[in-house]
């Protein structure tokens, strides 16, 4: 029984749009490949057009294969021999935004599996036992992550950042 979950291409690119692009945009660092890798998400959506118990499944595969798709991208040999447009994707946040643009350097800064729940907590909202689930982890592994991650990002950014 489909509760919830898109019945078309147009209604998944409209609701998980912006998270699969967010999610991709941090692993990979650029935002034309990011896109790429989203536009891949849905050829394989609609290549195998899953049917889910609820939106909350469909999510939460979307988000498995981006990461999936992240990983396969940076692991592959020319992916290595790239460099990443950050300072271009930096520079595209509003004007005043300083305070943001340290954030998301230092957490773009960040070890992958750090960066990754980061991404999935503080962004997107979810507990780390469903973080867990999505990236088949162990929930202690994941909140062990997070207190690494803040730790880090506390001694990069300081104590005026919170």
Known sequence: M?????HSIEEVVRTYHGT????????VK???AAEDIAQEIYMKWLIKRPDFASAEDEKAWLIRLTVNLCKNQLSAAWARH???L???????DPAGADTARDVLAAVLALPEKYRTAVYLFYYEGY???EIARILGQNDRTIRTRLARARKI???RLGDDYG
């Open 86 to 92: 950050d300072d271009t994707v930096l520079s595209d």
């Open 82 to 84: 790239t460099i990443p």
């Open 127 to 129: 507990p780390s036992g």
């Open 30 to 32: 650029d935002r034309s």
């Open 20 to 27: 699969i692009a967010r999610i991709a945009f941090h692993y």
């Open 153 to 155: 990002l506390k001694e």
């Open 2 to 6: 489909n509760t919830g979950a898109c």
